[in-house]
């Protein structure tokens, strides 16, 4: 059997060992790999930056435990700048499993920044219905939401008096790994003309740049690295930039592992072992 | 048979429509009152759902087919979590922040974390340059995979701007054209609903 065909039968729990090898060793030992911050990730720290003291911000954090750790770092960042710019905070979330990550990032980014719930942020909690919910905020905030997540009657909240829809509010923020951006930029931003930053994971971020050129988003954090870019615009060192180092590692073992499949691939065709036709993705049917 | 359902949709459809376009207060009170109806509508979806989890997990349990007993934790685990979500809540301290800290959140994060495992090992076996197309694939998801991370700027400090012109240009115009497509095909599939030519929703696709 030649080096080629044995490389192509490898066992695929080494791969496994190399991608937790990957995973893991950088996340013990951070180098701190530089990080460029990208024109959509100053668009949208620049969007925040430039609110005056005081202005309302909606943080929608649409995301469940599955994309946690590409969302999370990200919430806990744009938070911690709207807290640092004296910028009152109004989270909720549109998943059901969503309250049990939203609520504590609000807690981390709020305690960081010495901030204090109710009257720099109030936590609305989870809604069902996406565009429902949407459409709602605006007509009347407290229709749909007649009291927060600790049960308090929104009336008795003092970072809400005189909130009552998209009118008082300056800046509507998504953070999703779901379609519920669609509906942020059909309702929030081309219905009620509210300015809309995007946060997103890496894999739906590119279906979103077209909204950036029609200005229906004024900013882009996609994924990790835009978390981590976030992270470095603000100067912090939080869990996304640790997270990029082991990303860095695991892109190049999968980059190393295609280039050798296709050599030995092309150094069987050469000697006539190998062949086949092509499948979807160029390898075996 | 079906005209009723059918009548309520296009109803519904037309008016929300036309009150999308109205900006007149009373129509937008009118708006918010069915939005409210939606609202009930979806929390009836919830419970829907919660029944029909139930009865096909049951279903398992007492024909003894093949896992049943992970459908046993399943409704196990229903009933206690619902359970105690009413009676004690679901905020800090409670016993179904604590589930979903320690169980619910690792799980969810570990089963979506085990993908990279799987692409790893299905890139190394499927991604081969066998012809002109794959070839093209191939050449750009490894400068992306280089270039999108901080390695690849430590390896060449022009391979973000690279990356990002990938993005900007070729991306975005293919993005743009399938946005267009799936809007304009929404619009189409919206107004055939409302016009009862579309009546699959309804369990049959005459």
């Known amino acids: ?285 | 048979m079906y005209l009723g359902p059918v009548l309520v949709t296009f109803a519904v459809g037309a008016a929300l429509i036309a009150l999308f376009f109205i900006p007149h207060h009373q129509a937008q009170v009118v708006n918010a009152e069915i939005l409210e109806w939606a609202t009930v509508v979806y929390a009836f979806a919830l419970i829907l759902g919660s029944i029909s989890l139930w009865n096909t997990h049951a279903r398992k349990v007492r024909n003894r087919i093949e896992g049943w007993p992970f459908s046993l934790v399943t409704m196990a685990t229903l009933v206690t979590v619902t359970g105690l979500g009413v009676v004690q809540g679901t905020g800090e301290g409670t016993v179904v922040y604590a589930i979903y800290q320690s169980v619910n959140a690792p799980l969810a994060s570990t089963m979506f974390a085990l993908l990279a495992f799987f692409i790893a090992s299905a890139a190394f076996r499927a991604f081969r340059a066998r012809n002109l197309e794959a070839t093209l694939l191939l050449v750009t998801a490894v400068l992306m995979m280089i270039g999108r991370v901080s390695i690849g700027e430590f390896l060449w400090p022009g391979f973000p701007a690279f990356t990002e012109w990938l993005l900007d240009v070729p991306n975005l115009a293919a993005k743009r054209a399938i946005a267009i497509g799936v809007g304009l095909g929404a619009v189409s599939t919206g107004l055939k609903i409302i016009l009862g030519i579309e009546r699959s929703y309804l369990g049959r696709s005459n």
């Open chain 1, 1 to 285: 059997m030649s080096w080629a065909r044995r490389l192509l039968g490898v066992d695929r729990r080494i791969i496994f060992i190399f991608i937790g090898l990957g995973t893991a060793v950088p996340l013990l030992l951070p180098v701190n790999l530089p990080i460029t911050v990208t024109p959509r990730v100053e668009a949208a720290y620049q969007t925040i930056d430039t609110l005056p003291e005081g202005s309302r911000v909606l943080i929608s954090m649409d995301y469940e435990p599955d994309t946690m750790a590409e969302l999370q770092p990200m919430s806990i960042a744009i938070m911690r700048h709207c807290f640092r710019k004296n910028l009152k905070v109004i989270g909720m979330t549109l998943y059901p499993a969503g309250p049990g990550l939203v609520e504590p990032a609000m807690r981390i980014a709020a305690e960081a920044e010495g901030k204090t719930r109710n009257v720099d942020y109030v936590f609305l909690g989870y809604k069902s219905g996406f565009q429902t919910v949407m459409i709602g905020l605006g007509e009347s905030l407290r229709q749909q939401y007649p009291v927060d997540f600790y049960r308090t009657p929104l009336d008795s909240i003092p970072v809400l008096r005189g909130v009552d829809s998209y009118a008082q509010i300056d800046l509507v923020v998504n953070l999703t790994a779901s379609s519920a951006a669609d509906y942020w930029i059909q309702f929030a931003a081309t219905r009620y003309r509210k300015k809309l930053v995007l946060g997103a994971t890496a894999v739906m971020a590119t279906d979103y740049y077209p909204y950036l050129s029609s200005r229906q988003l004024l900013g882009l954090v996609g994924g990790m690295k835009g978390a981590a870019e976030y992270e470095k615009r603000m100067d912090l060192f939080g869990d996304a930039r640790r997270g990029m180092d082991a990303q860095s590692l695991v892109h190049v073992i999968i980059a190393i592992l295609v280039i050798l499949g296709n050599v030995a691939l092309l150094a069987m065709q050469r000697s006539g072992e190998g062949g086949g036709p092509a499948g979807p993705l160029g390898g075996p049917r």
